[in-house]
């Protein structure tokens, strides 16, 4: 027959709380027998980082819109980068291109704040 987990008393003060866990393991308040080992996906980074090197006026010029559209300067960097990759895929419809629909293709919110 299996041990029931002990119950974890109930606290008049922080302190009292605090000494109580300074002598007791937590192990003692479940049961452990009935854990099971899940499955851990093996993730992968979504981002990658990259150094491109610009002229010091275009990052200027870039830091100068992004303040406008009150977002970051490498945020927009990067819809400009899928927008323009979409361009050239041709998956942006004309009205894309003018800035009307833009959609999120890329995975970027931006794209809707920066219509």
């Given at each position: 027959?299996?041990?029931?987990?002990?119950?974890?008393?109930?606290?008049?003060?922080?302190?009292?709380?605090?000494?109580?866990?300074?002598?007791?393991?937590p192990?003692?308040?479940?049961?452990?027998?009935?854990?099971?080992?899940?499955?851990?996906p093996?993730?992968?980074?979504?981002?990658?980082?990259?150094?491109?090197?610009?002229?010091?006026d275009?990052?200027?010029?870039?830091?100068?819109?992004?303040?406008?559209?009150?977002?970051?300067?490498?945020?927009?960097?990067?819809?400009?980068?899928?927008?323009?990759?979409?361009?050239?895929?041709?998956?942006?419809?004309?009205?894309?291109?003018?800035?009307?629909?833009?959609?999120?293709?890329?995975?970027?919110?931006?794209y809707?704040?920066?219509?």
């Open positions: 027959m299996k041990k029931m987990p002990n119950q974890v008393p109930e606290f008049k003060t922080e302190d009292e709380e605090r000494y109580f866990w300074a002598t007791h393991s192990l003692d308040f479940f049961d452990t027998g009935s854990i099971r080992r899940g499955p851990i093996k993730l992968k980074p979504s981002l990658k980082s990259i150094s491109i090197r610009v002229s010091a275009m990052l200027a010029e870039l830091k100068t819109l992004a303040n406008k559209k009150d977002v970051l300067y490498q945020s927009l960097a990067k819809v400009y980068l899928a927008r323009q990759i979409a361009i050239e895929r041709g998956s942006l419809s004309r009205s894309a291109r003018k800035g009307k629909d833009l959609g999120t293709k890329y995975g970027q919110k931006e809707l704040r920066l219509r």
